[in-house]
Structures are given as structure tokens and as C-alpha cells.
């Protein structure tokens, strides 16, 4: 058997001699972390949320400043929005005269509403002459309708005598009279609104003229308040506002006339007398929401209750209705929608938030307001709703690329109205007949729009110009 002791001491010496490793040195402990910036601590999402939320408070203030200042001032607030809507329709007729009939600009406006207003009166007038005409035979069908109407009352299943039908008369009468106080301050009341609305009137007719006479330099003096890059989108989208504000004024004079037909046909199918001023009643009454709705189908029906009795009125009332109910739920929001880009949801809660905010008013100033934002808010952002108007020599507010040019030409015109001359060359003729309006000069009104000024677009700030 081999001897293993030595081999096994030398073993053993070999392990005890053998280094040991070093325990592994502690690892130090990290400093405390510094924070110096608080904001580093806060989530990017709520940092961005409280972005957002200051910014919308801003805005919220700046639109309750705004409302105030157009409740304080609402006549001529008011005033100037209906002569936009009022200009946008006649802008083609002047336009026509000054081009055609070769009139100046300021005969042109003055024609054109002078023109309008001679429409609106015969309309009236043609109304009360056939008022007139039917009130004898309106008035023997009412005298006769209140004899039946007692008639009934008395031999009827109520079988009221005489004395209580007199009795309740003169109860209405001392009401009236013991209330004369509250009926004054109403008619007092009315007379305010009627000098409101008559001042309101000559203010809009005052502010139209120059619409329609000035109206593209009165839009470039505000353009041109603004910093040079920007004029170009903001001229732009201006225009694209202007071209949807009148598809809005268009649609709405042919819902008008729709409901108008309708209700003048239904009358004139029933027999019923002034078939015809109730149909043009109609139409007038259709631009003002709702209560203009609500006064002209109440006309017609109490035309039918005093001519032929309850049936037809009842008759009279159901076509009322349907006409209406078919003009404001169909017709309306399906041709504004198509003209505007709106979807009849959103002209619908428009018309709902303008009249909770301002009553009528509302109502009738919500749905071209909202329009315009819309089409304005989309070039804005990249959509045009109105591409063709890149390379539109005769779209509203002048050809494209003429923006500097009139800029530079009403410039002129105010400098040499100071004494001070400017020699910037002579003016270039304008396109179309136009007249010799410094603020509508052209770079070259006979050529057809170059490349840089047909890509107009809300690509970029180097768009083409116009209005």
C-alpha cells in the first residue's frame, strides 16, 4: 500500500499557504440628489395639461372682454354684422353697374341699395294693397265669425245666457283698465325698441355705402396692420370668409323663398284670401329666427280662422307647421350644410348657443359666424376649402399677387393727401372695368396670374394676394 502521508501534508500545506482573496471593498454610498429645478419633478403630462389650461383661460377672459363690448355696444355691433351680410348679396350688383353700366363707385353703391330698398317697399306696399283690398271682406267674415261664435255659446252644450257673455266682456274691459300702467310702459317699452331699431337702420344703410363703395381698401388698411409675413395668409383667408359668407346670405334667401311658396300655396289650395301678401309676409319674415316664423304662420292662420272657421284654421295651422318643420329640419341644414361645410349638427347647436347668449340676435348672426371661423380656422391649417380661388382673377378682393400692390398704392394716396409725394410710378389700370381706385392698382391687371401668385395656398406665408 503506497505511503500517502507526504503526499497529503504537502496537500495540506499547499492549501494553508495559498492566498486568500480580499473581501470585496464596499461599494459607496450615492450623495443625497440635488433637485434645483422644481419643475423637473413634475410629469410632462401635467405640465402640459397646465400649458393647455392657462392658455384656454386666456382665451375664455379675451372672449368675455369681447362679449362685453358687443353687449355694451350692441346697435352698432349689430349694425355693421348686418351690413356685411347685406353687402356680401348687393357686392355683385354694384360690381355689375360699375363694370357694365360703366358707373362710378360711389353712384354704383348708392344705386344698388337705393335699388333693394325700392324692392322692399313695393313688396311691402303690395302686401297692404292687397290688405286693404280684402280687409272689408276679412272684416263682415270676422263680424260674422263672433255672431255664430255667441250663437254657440248660448244655444251650444255650454249654454251660457247673454248676460254672462257681457258680464265676462266687461271683466275683460276693467282689466284693461285697471292694468293701463303696465300697458303704457309696454308701449313705452316698444317705443324705445323702435328708436333703437330705426338707429340701427341708418347705421347699417351708412355703413353698407362704404362697403360696398370702399369695402377693399377698408379691408386692406386692416391687413396691412399686421406684420408683412402674415398679410398674405390672413388677405387669403379673408377672402375664403367673405366667399362662404355669401354662399351662407344665397342659401338663406332660398330657404325663404321655399317657405314662402309653401305656405302661399297651401292658403291659396284652401281658398283662403291674400294668398299672396301672405306669401311675401312669409318670405320677409323668414331672416328673422324663429319669432319672424312664429308671426308670419300665425297671420296665416288666423286669416283662414276669420274667413272660413276653426276647420280650415286647423288645416291652415297643420300646413303652417309642416312647411316650417320641413324648411328648418331638412331644407335648411342640408343646403347651409352643402354651402357652408357644415354639418346640420353643428348649424343646429349654433343656432341653439346663439340664442341661449342672445336671443334673436343670436340665432341670426350664429350660423355665418361659425361658417366663417370654420373656413377661415381650416386654410389656417393647411385645408382650402376654396382652391379655385388661387387662380381667380375676378374673386372678391382682386386678382392674386396684387395685395403689395394696393398696399403700396393706398400708401401713396395717404402721403399725398399729407402734401407729402411719393413718386412710386404710375398706377396700372384694374381689371375688368374697374375703376381707377388706387387701392385695387395692379401689377399688371391685363396679365394672366404668374407662377408664385398661382400657388397661392395655406402652405406657407409666401402665398399669393388678393382682395
Known amino acids: ?41 413634475v410629469p410632462w403630462a401635467v405640465r402640459a395639461t397646465a400649458a393647455w389650461s392657462w392658455r384656454l383661460l386666456v382665451i375664455a377672459a379675451a372672449g368675455i372682454v369681447i362679449g362685453y363690448a358687443v353687449i355694451t355696444f350692441q346697435i352698432i355691433f349689430v349694425a355693421v354684422l348686418a351690413a356685411i351680410l347685406v353687402a356680401v348679396l348687393l357686392e355683385p350688383v354694384a360690381t355689375w353697374l360699375r363694370r357694365v353700366l360703366h358707373f362710378p363707385r360711389a353712384l354704383a353703391s348708392l344705386a344698388a341699395i337705393l335699388g333693394t330698398l325700392a324692392v322692399i317697399a313695393g313688396l311691402l306696399v303690395l302686401v297692404g294693397r292687397s290688405i286693404y283690398d280684402g280687409f272689408d271682406a276679412l272684416a263682415e267674415s270676422a263680424l260674422a265669425g263672433f255672431a255664430e261664435l255667441q250663437v254657440w255659446l248660448t244655444d251650444g252644450p255650454l249654454g251660457l245666457d247673454d248676460a254672462q257673455i257681457e258680464g265676462w266682456i266687461a271683466q275683460a274691459t276693467d282689466q284693461i283698465q285697471a292694468n293701463s300702467d303696465v300697458l303704457v310702459s309696454g308701449v313705452a317699452n316698444v317705443t324705445g325698441s323702435v328708436t333703437s331699431v330705426v338707429t340701427g337702420a341708418v347705421i347699417t344703410v351708412f355703413v353698407l355705402f362704404f362697403f360696398l363703395k370702399e369695402g377693399r381698401s377698408i379691408w386692406q388698411w386692416f391687413v396691412r396692420l399686421v406684420p408683412r409675413g402674415a398679410r398674405v395668409r390672413i388677405n387669403e383667408a379673408g377672402i375664403r ?26 292658403a291659396l289650395i284652401l281658398g283662403i284670401p291674400l294668398a299672396l301678401p301672405i306669401g311675401v309676409l312669409v318670405f320677409l319674415f323668414s331672416f328673422i329666427p324663429i319669432v319672424g316664423a312664429f308671426i308670419s304662420g300665425a297671420v296665416a292662420v288666423l286669416v283662414a280662422l276669420v274667413d272660413q272657421g276653426p276647420g280650415t284654421a286647423l288645416i291652415m295651422l297643420g300646413v303652417v307647421l309642416l312647411v316650417q318643420q320641413i324648411e328648418g329640419n331638412v331644407l335648411q341644414p342640408w343646403l347651409q350644410g352643402n354651402a357652408l361645410a357644415l354639418h ?59 395685395l403689395e400692390a394696393a ?55 409666401e402665398d399669393g394676394e388678393g382682395r
Open 241 to 266: 370668409g367673405w366667399v362662404t359668407l355669401g354662399g351662407y346670405a344665397r342659401t338663406q334667401i332660398l330657404v325663404a323663398f321655399v317657405d314662402a311658396v309653401g305656405i302661399a300655396l297651401g
Open 407 to 461: 398696399i403700396s398704392a393706398s400708401w401713396h394716396k395717404e402721403t399725398e393727401n399729407d402734401g407729402v409725394v411719393v413718386d412710386d410710378g404710375p398706377p396700372t389700370p384694374t381689371p375688368d372695368g374697374e375703376d381707377d381706385d388706387p387701392a385695387a392698382t395692379l401689377p399688371d391687371a391685363t396679365a394672366r396670374p404668374t407662377a408664385s401668385a398661382r400657388a397661392v395656398g395655406p402652405a406657407g406665408p
Open 344 to 402: 346640420p349638427i353643428a348649424i343646429l347647436l349654433a343656432v341653439t348657443a346663439g340664442t341661449g347668449i342672445a336671443g334673436i340676435l343670436g340665432a341670426l348672426f350664429a350660423v355665418p359666424i361659425v361658417a366663417v371661423i370654420n373656413t377661415v380656422m381650416l386654410y389656417f391649417t393647411g385645408h382650402d376649402k376654396y382652391p379655385h380661388l388661387a387662380t381667380d382673377i375676378n374673386r372678391p378682393g382682386g386678382p392674386p399677387g396684387a
Open 1 to 41: 500500500m503506497p505511503d500517502t502521508s507526504k503526499w497529503l501534508s504537502r496537500l495540506t500545506s499547499a492549501r494553508e499557504n495559498a492566498a486568500v482573496p480580499a473581501a470585496a471593498a464596499p461599494r459607496p454610498r450615492p450623495a443625497p440628489e440635488t433637485r434645483t429645478d422644481p419643475a423637473g419633478a
